[in-house]
Every structure is written in structure tokens, then in C-alpha cells.
């Protein structure tokens, strides 16, 4: 049986705190060595464009979570917006605006692949399929493989690729053959009890559906999370998984399934830039991991819409 929650509490100083400490050990899976503790940023959906004062809004949290105390970033995905419907030359000039803002950070980061980040997708934007850069090759020349792995301090990270463009021209939530084998290959590698930190852009698991004013039904394609959830869930069982931190939704939802918690990380551009998104502000996540426990802190950075009065 699964639980879920929408935990978190706004400040006095304006930032919104998560209150749970996250366990991400099963019962069947055995207690890895100690870590090293150590912190690092999820930031997503910043959905960068030069209109709406989003470039406003992004270096204000870039600055603001270079601050922080993290040894790298993940970047949660939809750095831009958009590249979906749009021209080369328009989609560039968004890429070179989201590259000249990221190096506020000055930290190391991972990209996750968004639905956003891929060029061309759908027919309005006049982009041929084969074009060079259609789809996600957009993505792979500026930021490289959509799915890959890295270890930092004796946690591995699991980046995932969950947009799969469709032959009708538009996208789903779903991680396709290649990648789930490549998956399965690569969790064979890891030894027992390792902690195993995952990031997606579309949730995997989510309570999105239950309180918000969107369902499945509006969508031409499963577009809020991702089709086979369950068979990644497969393979991910017996291993020590911290925690799978995903984006898209724009909201702050932990949901625990299995003993895995399912962590949605708010966004950067909150409403896509025009306040509060059913309830969650604009912000940032610090994730903070020590023995085989993961903590999260959701903090806003002072931004105000121009087009909102932040009550949305």
C-alpha cells in the first residue's frame, strides 16, 4: 500500500522547508557502508525565455543556490522554453540564454533531459524530422546522453530519459526499450546494499492526478508520468534506492511506494513564470545525504511574478 503526502511549510524568511527525513532502505535490501555525507541542488523547470521576466527570475535563483553548500548540481529538466514548437534560430537563442545563465551556479551539473529540451517535436513548428537537431539530438549536442550514471562519494546517480517522441509528432512519459535494457545491465553492476539516487524529468510515481485539475483524458498520450512505470519499478526492486527526484509537475509531492521515496522538486519558474502552481512557489531543492538517509530543504528566492499576484 502506498503512502503520499504534500509536506513542507513557508518560513518567515521565505523558505519553504520539507519535514521529513526520507529512509531509502527496503526491508529485503542489506544496510550499505557508511558514506560520506554530502550535499547537492535539484533545480528544475526553469524554463527559460526572455519574455515574462523569467531571465529575472533564474539568475535570481542561480545566484541565490550558488550559495549553497552542494557539491554539484541536478538539473531536473525543461531548461527551456520551448524548443518543442519552435524554430532553430528561436531554440538557440533560448539555449545560449539558459548557458550564459547556468554559469551563476558555478558548480558541476547534470542535465536531465525535459519534453521542453527537444527540438521540433511538434508539426506547428515547421522543423522537418530530419533535421539534424529534430527531437533529442538537440538535447545530446548541448548537454550529451539523455540517460547515463555517475558515483559521487559512494552514491550512484541514475539519470533517466523519460520523453519518448511519438510517430504523431508529440511526446509521452515512457523510457523506452533500449534504456530500460540498459538499465537492467547497469543495476547489475552495482553492488548489494549501494545507495542508488535516480533522477527523471516526467514522474514515475505521483500523486499529481488526485488533487489537480488536469487528468490523463486531456492528453492525446500518458503526458504526467510515465507509461511503464512499473516495469522500471521491477528492476529497481532489492536495490537500495534513496530516492527517485522528479520534475514536470511543478508542485512539491513526496509519494513513498516500497520503501522508495518519489520526490517531486518543485520548479524554478513555479507557474511557468506567473506565480504560486497549486500552491508551490518558485524555488529550488537542497538534498542533503548521509548514511543511507536523504533530507530535502525547498527554498524560494524572492521572485514576483509580473503577471500574478502570487495567489494561484
Known amino acids: 500500500m502506498s503512502s503520499l503526502s504534500r509536506r513542507g511549510i513557508l ?105 521542453h529540451d527537444c527540438f521540433g517535436v511538434y508539426a506547428k513548428s515547421g522543423v522537418s524530422t530530419q533535421n539534424t537537431e529534430f527531437g533529442k539530438n538537440f538535447f545530446r549536442k548541448a548537454f550529451g546522453e539523455t540517460y547515463y550514471a555517475f558515483e559521487h562519494k559512494g552514491v550512484h546517480f541514475i539519470v533517466l530519459d523519460s520523453v519518448t517522441i511519438t510517430p504523431d509528432r508529440d511526446y509521452e512519459g515512457r523510457f523506452d526499450a533500449r534504456q530500460v535494457s540498459w538499465l537492467k545491465s547497469y543495476l547489475q553492476t552495482v553492488p548489494a546494499g549501494t545507495p542508488i539516487i535516480i533522477s527523471t524529468h516526467i514522474p514515475m510515481v505521483t500523486a499529481f492526478y488526485t488533487y489537480a485539475d488536469e487528468s490523463p483524458s486531456l492528453f492525446k498520450h500518458q503526458a504526467l508520468s510515465t507509461v511503464n512505470t512499473r516495469e522500471i519499478l521491477a528492476l529497481l526492486a532489492g536495490h537500495n534506492v534513496l530516492a527517485v527526484f522528479q520534475g514536470h509537475t511543478h508542485v512539491l509531492e513526496q509519494v513513498e511506494h516500497n520503501s522508495i521515496q518519489f520526490i517531486t522538486g518543485g520548479a524554478v519558474s513555479g507557474n511557468w513564470w506567473h506565480g504560486l502552481h497549486l500552491g508551490t512557489p518558485e524555488g529550488y531543492m537542497m538534498v542533503h545525504v548521509e548514511n543511507n538517509v536523504v533530507r530535502t530543504e525547498y527554498k524560494t528566492y524572492g521572485f514576483h511574478s509580473i503577471l500574478s499576484n502570487n495567489t494561484y
Open 11 to 115: 518560513s518567515a524568511g521565505g523558505t519553504l522547508l520539507s519535514s521529513t527525513f526520507i529512509k531509502g532502505i527496503s526491508a529485503q535490501t542489506p544496510s550499505a557502508t557508511t558514506q560520506e555525507p554530502f550535499s547537492f541542488l535539484f533545480i528544475t523547470d526553469t524554463h527559460l525565455q526572455p519574455e515574462l521576466d523569467a531571465l529575472k527570475g533564474c539568475k535570481m535563483a542561480f545566484r541565490a543556490a550558488s550559495q549553497e553548500k552542494a557539491d554539484f548540481v541536478l538539473q531536473g529538466g525543461d531548461h527551456i522554453y520551448d524548443a518543442m514548437e519552435v524554430t532553430l534560430p528561436r531554440a538557440h537563442k533560448l539555449l545560449d540564454l539558459y548557458d550564459m545563465t547556468e554559469q551563476e551556479l558555478g558548480k558541476k551539473v547534470y542535465h536531465t533531459v525535459g519534453n
